[in-house]
Nanobody, 124 residues
């Protein structure tokens, strides 16, 4: 079992940068695919980025491609989301999630364990 805990959210001006961290307890972290999702007020939770454990393949939503980078440090049980060139439409509650493999990483249905979320607010 993996329990993710997010941190690093905050208020930033448009064009700025933030790095989110997700520390996941549990001895199976190093084999778990990890993902970031976000949910804005009144909207559904949407995929942002994901990274596999074996090959380190990375996947991004079109809306963040070229601006966000996902990475992981298995020694620290931590996944990162570096966010650059932030836009007001990036404002949302960002969630970290851990899966057990064998399912799509682009949908919330592909994950079993979720953090509580960290708020990112981008002012214009």
């Amino acid at each position: 079992q993996v329990q993710p805990v997010e941190s690093g959210g905050g208020l930033v001006q448009a064009g700025g940068s933030l790095t989110l961290s997700c520390e996941a307890s549990g001895r199976t972290f190093s084999v778990a695919p990890m993902g970031w999702f976000r949910q804005a007020l009144g909207k559904e939770r949407e995929f942002v980025a994901a990274i596999t454990w074996r090959s380190g393949n990375r996947y991004y939503a079109d809306s963040v491609k070229g601006r966000f980078t996902i990475s992981r440090d298995n020694a620290k049980n931590t996944v990162y989301l570096q966010m650059h060139s932030l836009k007001p439409e990036d404002t949302a509650l960002y969630y970290c999630a851990a899966g057990t493999g064998g399912r799509t990483l682009l949908s919330p249905l592909g994950y079993d364990y979720w953090g509580q979320g960290t708020q990112v607010t981008v002012s214009s």
